[in-house]
């Protein structure tokens, strides 16, 4: 599997409420790289850990006490439409209602329990690089829109010292 330094750097949130479930996670993804990890059992906690850390993609589980994955995501999507951020929902339920449940509720990715790591890995893999792209053309976007408002101030600018030299000019006697 390629290595890709840029990704190890970014941030994953693992939201499981077996504590066994998230070390394996952290455990197997350290293995491969990645050292900016978070890890919540809580559900009730997801949320408000999910603000504070500003994941780039969040490992789900779906069937937690609480708060279940289906309530997190709903959360998560019902706020910022404008950020990509990629949802991959690992769970033990393999029914086609929670698969289409949790793609419907905007789940980026679906993964069974127990699932093939390499598998899992290569999807995590995809799924920050496309984070990473999205962030690039937000960046970019920004950086354009910038550039536009500068420029359109500026030929403001311009245009208000033309008026008021055609005005000048205007009001001088001609000799």
Do not use: W
């Amino acid at each position: 599997m390629i290595s890709d330094p840029l990704l190890h750097r970014m941030k994953i949130l693992i939201i499981d409420d077996e504590r066994v479930n998230v070390v394996l996670l952290q455990h197997l993804l350290q293995q491969h790289g990645y050292s900016r990890l978070q890890g919540v059992t809580d559900s009730r906690a997801a949320l408000d850990t999910c603000a504070a850390f500003d994941p780039d993609l969040i490992l789900l589980d779906l069937l937690m006490p609480h708060m279940d994955g289906f309530a997190i995501l709903e959360a998560l999507r019902s706020g910022d439409a404008e950020t990509f951020l990629p949802v991959v929902v690992l769970t033990a339920d393999i029914s086609d209602e929670a698969k289409g449940r949790a793609l419907e509720a905007g789940a980026t990715d679906f993964l069974v329990k127990p699932f093939n790591q390499t598998e899992a890995l290569l999807r995590i893999r995809n799924l920050l690089e496309t984070r990473r792209l999205h962030l690039l053309l937000d960046n970019q976007r920004a950086a354009l829109e910038e550039a536009v408002r500068e420029r359109t101030a500026e030929l403001r600018a311009m245009i208000v010292e033309l008026q008021a030299s055609n005005q000048r000019q205007q009001a001088s006697p001609i000799l």
